[in-house]
């Protein structure tokens, strides 16, 4: 917090003259302390109790100028602000707190990531699930062609006592084929549809 004035150009002139001025009845104490303030060096100090005893001198006396007019030129001196060294225990109090508080919202941003969850839904065990899905698409495809096939075979195999002829065979066995893969074609879409409906 300032406490004092680094006088200026202008009071360094003003205060010679009212020192110098032999009629001036300037208290002792008063005189001698602006007489300090000049002998000083640049920058030169005043205080302000210095500078409220001249202000009572000058209304008191009624010189034609005022304090402030003496310090126009001057500016408040702001000493420099020594920090105490921080306590060791506080700094590593502090850092305890700070270590525990970004644990704390390391915590609250990860609650709701599960590793196990991560590991289930890994590439691999996706990987997995993908490889038995189509393994099983695989196998109805498999089994429908082989159904297919089946019925063709026997209808063929089975129309010998009734055609002689090899075109009605065949055209039979195709007819028996064709109904038997529909009806494979109409359960394997309501399984389908069971385990969609699953889901």
Not at 36 to 59: C, D, G, Q
């Amino acid at each position: 917090m300032a406490s004092a004035f680094v006088v200026g150009e202008k009071f360094r002139i003003k205060v010679k003259e009212l020192l110098e001025n032999t009629d001036s009845s300037l208290p002792l104490a008063l005189r001698k302390e602006l007489e300090e303030v000049l002998e000083k060096p640049e920058p030169a100090i005043l205080s302000f109790s210095t500078a409220r005893k001249m202000k009572t001198y000058l209304r008191d006396r009624g010189h034609p100028f005022y304090l402030h007019e003496l310090l126009e030129d001057s500016w408040l001196h702001l000493p420099e602000v020594i920090k105490p060294p921080r306590n060791p225990e506080l700094v590593a109090r502090l850092e305890k707190i700070k270590a525990k508080l970004a644990n704390e919202e390391y915590n609250r941003i990860t609650r709701n990531v599960n590793t196990q969850d991560i590991n289930r839904t890994g590439t691999l065990s996706d990987f997995g699930r993908q490889v038995r899905s189509v393994k099983a698409v695989v196998v109805t495809i498999f089994n429908f062609l082989v159904t297919i096939i089946a019925a063709f075979a026997c209808s063929y195999m089975g129309s010998q006592y009734l055609f002689t002829e090899t075109t009605a065979r065949v055209i039979s066995a195709m007819i028996a084929a064709s109904v038997v893969g529909l009806a494979e074609l109409y359960v394997l879409v309501r399984t389908m549809e069971g385990e969609l409906g699953e889901l």
